[in-house]
């Protein structure tokens, strides 16, 4: 039987994914909030007067605790480190995430960069409207370091420049494939920003370009040797803005999603490990 408390997953998952930037890593704190809860004694959950915020508080510090940690775990990982891209598709594992820009790849890279504590502020306060008191509650900080830390956040969001809407992204990224499957490098540049960059994630499961690959020339020459591989691409939405999947055969190579400014791409995340694909793979 479903429970009010368990109407609340849905909520949880998509916090905890732009907290974390792992769907499986979310999945995972999403079920030990539950856990706790489970462990309350009947008469301390009746005691509780708002359950759902209770869970968002617990998931909130279990999430800040991830990340504290995954810092450690990413200063080992093989390569760069990419955030897991979900698919566009009702009845994928992904169907439970709401797709705005606040999950798009651009935004979840520069979270990404940000401290544990400014992202955890940032998330709570501007996506998902929790005033800075509750947002205290979660990092154990004053509403007052709390605000400090959404407004620096919020300064690395707008230097990052976030992603375009869908609607010019879509052609680019339409024009970039066709000029990748018949490996014309020249138009290939041309729908590039000179000042590109292409930044690959295989975790060291699978190849991939361990350093960002920068200028729209060497990305272009890059992707066009990729094409010679016998590669099919596929328009497929990415984090609710237009991507490609990368398959070899039957097989998924890679998901590739997109940042575009001014008619042309600024960047390119080419997700390659395969552990990071699972919710493709699932899907399809």
């Not at 008469?43 to 509780?48: F, Y």
């Not at 990413?74 to 760069?80: A, I, K, N, T």
């Not at 992204?169 to 066709?178: M, P, T, W, Y």
């Amino acid at each position: 039987m479903t429970t009010p408390v368990d109407g609340e997953r849905r909520h949880l998952l998509n916090l905890a994914y732009r907290l974390l930037g792992s769907l499986a890593e979310a999945e995972d704190a999403v079920q030990e909030t539950y856990v706790r809860w489970y462990a309350l004694s009947p008469a301390r959950r009746d005691a509780i007067s708002s359950p759902g915020a209770w869970l968002t508080t617990v998931a909130g510090r279990i999430c800040l605790d991830v990340l504290g940690s995954a810092r450690a775990r990413r200063e080992q990982y093989v390569g760069e480190w990419l955030p897991e891209p979900v698919p566009d598709q009702a009845d994928s594992v992904a169907d439970r995430i709401t797709l705005d820009e606040s999950v798009t790849m651009a935004f979840l890279v520069t979270l990404e960069a940000m401290t544990p504590a400014q992202r955890v502020a940032l998330v709570l306060h501007d996506v998902f409207g929790y005033a800075f008191t509750e947002v205290a509650a979660i990092t154990g900080r004053t509403p007052a370091a709390c605000r400090e830390l959404a407004s620096s956040a919020r300064r690395r969001v707008r230097a990052a420049r976030p992603a375009t809407t869908a609607t010019g992204h879509a052609e680019v990224i339409r024009d970039f494939k066709q000029a990748w499957e018949a490996g014309d490098i020249d138009a290939l540049v041309a729908l590039l920003d000179p000042a590109a960059t292409l930044t690959a994630d295989g975790g060291g499961v699978v190849r991939a370009a361990l350093t960002p690959i920068e200028g729209g020339e060497p990305v272009a020459r890059y992707v066009a040797a990729l094409a010679a591989g016998g590669l099919t691409l596929v328009e497929r939405a990415v984090n609710g803005l237009p991507g490609l999947l990368l398959q070899r055969g039957d097989d998924l190579a890679a998901v590739y999603a997109f940042d575009v400014a001014d008619g042309r791409i600024t960047r390119i995340w080419a997700m390659r490990n395969p552990e990071k694909l699972r919710p493709w793979t699932t899907s399809r």
